[in-house]
Structures are given as structure tokens and as C-alpha cells.
């Protein structure tokens, strides 16, 4: 899967703009798909002291393996498919196969023998076209929570701002500074 760049723009919403926007953009419940991102963490937080994430997403009996790194224009992120096997040993005892993603958590000096799966976030995600990117709904649940997300994912920071500020504008949606979801679901954790 190798190496992307994501650039994103995102808002966090009440539950009635949500419903609203899904009414609004004709989606319908069959468009829902339930993704879950496992957390990989040090007990000292030493990939969130680099601005850093690690994570397998389960999606459709699909595992991948991601490192999220900041980046100029957006999040490096690094990608590696797991076998179910792979993704199970992983979440059960953290042994993970080798790979781009561990090379790139060796370049880090992350310390791989202290990494532990902390928790999972659960999230039910439409995706749609929109203006040559992809528009995102996101319901998420995690350690009690409950939370509703839009998200532009563009071909470029410039591209992703003014198209997301339309969208913003067009469906009349305040934005309010969001977090993504590794950093809502460790202010979470670390409250608890």
C-alpha cells in the first residue's frame, strides 16, 4: 500500500446537522459502512510526543496496518495490509509483522517492544464524490462517547480549504475546532 499524503478539513457537528446533511445529500442507511481504528500506544505516549499515531483499521474483514506522521501539507501516512492472523497477534500480544510500517516506527526510535494496543474506535462512515474529493460522514463511539463528524478529504491544502468552506457555507454549518480522532479518543482515555 506504501505512502500517502492526507489532507483533510474537518468539523465536528450535532446529531441534527448530521441527519440533516444525510437527508440533504440522499444518503441512505445502506451507504453506512462500520470501520474500527485499534490504538497502538507507550505507556510514556512516545508516539503522540512526535505528533504521531498507529492504528489497524478494520473495515469490511479488510486490516490495515497505518503510522500517521505529521507532515507539511497534511498527515504521511504509512500503509501495510495485515492478514486476520496478523491483525489478531497484533491486538493480542503486539507483535507485528515487518514492513514499511514498522521500518518507519524503527526511524522514529520508537521503542516497539513497549507498544500496546490502548482501545478501539468504533466508527459507522459514509463516503461520497464531491467536487473531485471525497466527503465524509463519520458516527463515532468510543470509551462512552458518541460524536458526529464531516470531513473533506482534497487534492490539495488549498483545494481541501475552499472546498470544505463551501460546503460549510452551502449547508450552513458553524465550524468548530476538531481534533481528529486519535487525539479526541487519547483526551478521552486520559480523563478516564
Known sequence: MGKEIEIERKTLVSKETF?????QLHIGEGDFKLQRNHYFETDDFQLKKQSSALRIREKEAIFTFTLKQPHPAGLLE????LSKQEAKLALES???PSGEVMDALRDLSIPISQLKHIGTLSTSRAEISYEQGIL??????????????????????????????????TFSISQVPTENKIQRFFSKKEKN
Open 136 to 169: 465524509c460522514l463519520d458516527h463515532s463511539s468510543y470509551l462512552g462517547i458518541e460524536d458526529y463528524e464531516i470531513e473533506f478529504e482534497g487534492t490539495s491544502e488549498e483545494h481541501a480549504t475552499v472546498t470544505f468552506q463551501e460546503i460549510l457555507k
Open 94 to 96: 503486539a507483535h507485528f
Open 78 to 81: 504509512t500503509n501495510q495490509t
Open 19 to 23: 441527519k440533516r446533511l444525510i437527508s
